[in-house]
């Protein structure tokens, strides 16, 4: 709708001014009189007249006044981790200037976000990178190493059944500081790809959790520039760790499909579903990644139950 070149201010007076010319010409032309005292038939139409005005006044001046009230409400609702949310500019030319106002203002703070975000997600890569070298090198040497002398050592027959309960104690601790390593940085994510990284995700699912996982990865998928395919990555990881502790399901579903020029992330549990909103930190999260790679989440029931988490990534322009 075409803004308005008339000031809001001249708007409402030229509505209240059409109203008192009305007024005015129905008590010259009409053969109302009015006495001294009131009777009751000249009160009755006075009243009659002021609810007319008043009815007409609301009626006139609620469209010049309806684009402030939606600036209001938008402004209660808005969320940076939702862009593209503008309002249409309408009404007068202040309301006009102050919803273009409004509608830059989000664009600045939506690109401020992404940049903050970007840099706050880049940082916490590197950091889990850091400490996924150093579990790996220097921990994993070190459980290496106690696991080397515990063989060499001369074993008697008394002390043999408990070297090897070191040995497997040592054997355990090494394998859990190699799964949390691989938890902090996928290596097979830079190696072989989304599909084979997904799926070692959903094969170290199943073993730590005994929930069988339903997986649909296609093998011919868009481009996706690194910093998509790590967000898919984690997308699926978080929603996966969720179905473990929230959602008491009895199997998973994880799909990775094509999608119109974008890449199309699904996983879908037959669990308990929302006990609360889910607004925690972990959705938060998820919700910063898609919007840093220009996607879209999508956290829904799912349509049997359980809970579905739909994340499309637009595909790397060649």
């Known amino acids: 709708?075409?803004?308005?070149?008339?000031?809001?201010?001249?708007?409402?007076?030229?509505?209240?001014?059409?109203?008192?010319a009305v007024a005015t010409l129905l008590l010259a032309v009409t053969p109302v009189t009015i006495h001294a005292p009131i009777a009751l038939v000249e009160a009755v139409v006075l009243v009659a007249g002021l609810l007319a005005m008043l009815a007409a006044n609301l009626l006139l001046l609620?469209?010049?006044?309806?684009?402030?009230?939606?600036?209001?409400?938008?402004?209660?609702?808005?969320?940076?981790?939702?862009?593209?949310?503008?309002?249409?500019?309408?009404g007068g030319l202040e309301v006009a200037e102050l919803v273009r106002g409004f509608n830059e203002m989000l664009e600045r703070l939506e690109a401020e976000r992404r940049e903050s975000s970007r840099r706050a997600l880049a940082a916490q890569e590197a950091e889990r990178a850091r400490v996924a070298a150093e579990l790996h090198d220097e921990v994993g040497q070190v459980l290496t190493g106690v696991l080397l002398q515990l063989d060499s050592l001369p074993l008697g027959a008394s002390a043999a059944v408990e070297i090897d309960e070191t040995k497997q104690a040592v054997r355990l601790a090494l394998d859990?500081?190699?799964?949390?390593?691989?938890?902090?940085?996928?290596?097979?994510?830079?190696?072989?790809?989304?599909?084979?990284?997904?799926?070692?995700?959903?094969?170290?699912?199943?073993?730590?959790?005994?929930?069988?996982?339903?997986?649909?990865?296609?093998?011919?998928?868009?481009?996706?520039s690194p910093d998509g395919e790590l967000a898919v990555y984690r997308v699926a990881q978080e929603s996966l760790t969720n179905v473990a502790r929230h959602a008491r399901a009895s199997r998973v579903e994880l799909a990775l499909e094509p999608g119109a020029g974008s890449v199309v992330l699904r996983v879908r549990d037959d669990g308990r579903g929302f006990e609360h909103p889910p607004d925690g930190g972990g959705l938060r999260g998820m919700r910063e990644r898609a919007v840093l790679v220009g996607g879209a989440l999508a956290v829904k029931a799912g349509p049997t139950g359980g809970v579905e988490v739909r994340l499309e990534v637009p595909a790397e322009e060649r």
């Open 1 to 20: 709708m075409r803004a308005s070149r008339l000031p809001l201010l001249w708007r409402v007076f030229a509505i209240n001014a059409a109203l008192l």
């Open 62 to 90: 609620r469209p010049t006044f309806a684009p402030l009230e939606r600036l209001v409400r938008r402004m209660r609702t808005v969320d940076l981790l939702r862009p593209g949310q503008r309002l249409v500019e309408e």
């Open 176 to 224: 859990e500081v190699r799964r949390i390593a691989q938890e902090l940085r996928p290596a097979m994510l830079d190696h072989l790809g989304l599909p084979s990284a997904l799926t070692e995700l959903a094969a170290r699912f199943e073993e730590h959790t005994g929930l069988p996982v339903e997986r649909r990865l296609a093998s011919s998928l868009p481009r996706l």
